[in-house]
């Protein structure tokens, strides 16, 4: 008996010591994880929703989900989703955060789809 849980401790340790294959040449590397900056979003983040309709116009589209808001604006060039909710100590709910995509489903930066709204809606 003292045999096999030599054999079966023994066997625990080796695998402990494996390596991580390294990867083969030829093949993709893992795909980046996404970073966000909010550089060019000052715009929109902490804007009410007055604020926004003054910069890009109507929304497109309105969801309330319990306290929190989205307001969807479009172009033809991107979707843009701003969504917002009230401070901790309640009050006007403010831009929290954005995503942007391109109209058919493909990542675009965040302040580019900002600027390409604020041109539909004339430049304010």
Do not use: W
């Not at 695998?15 to 040449?25: E, L, M």
């Not at 983040?45 to 007055?50: D, I, M, S």
């Not at 033809?76 to 109209?103: E, T």
Request: charged letters at 15%.
């Amino acid at each position: 008996m003292r045999a096999v849980s030599a054999i079966v401790a023994g066997g625990l340790l080796a695998s402990g010591c494996a390596t991580i294959p390294t990867p083969v040449a030829g093949t993709a590397p893992p795909p980046a994880i996404a970073t966000y900056s909010a550089v060019g979003l000052e715009r929109v983040l902490g804007q009410n929703e007055n604020a926004l309709v003054g910069l890009m116009g109507q929304p497109n589209a309105e969801v309330t989900e319990g306290t929190g808001r989205k307001l969807q604006f479009a172009s033809s060039i991107c979707v843009l989703d701003a969504y917002l909710y009230p401070a901790k100590g309640g009050g006007v709910p403010v831009v929290a955060h954005v995503d942007a995509r391109q109209r058919d489903g493909r990542a675009i930066d965040r302040a580019s789809c900002v600027a390409a709204l604020t041109r539909r809606a004339g430049g304010r």
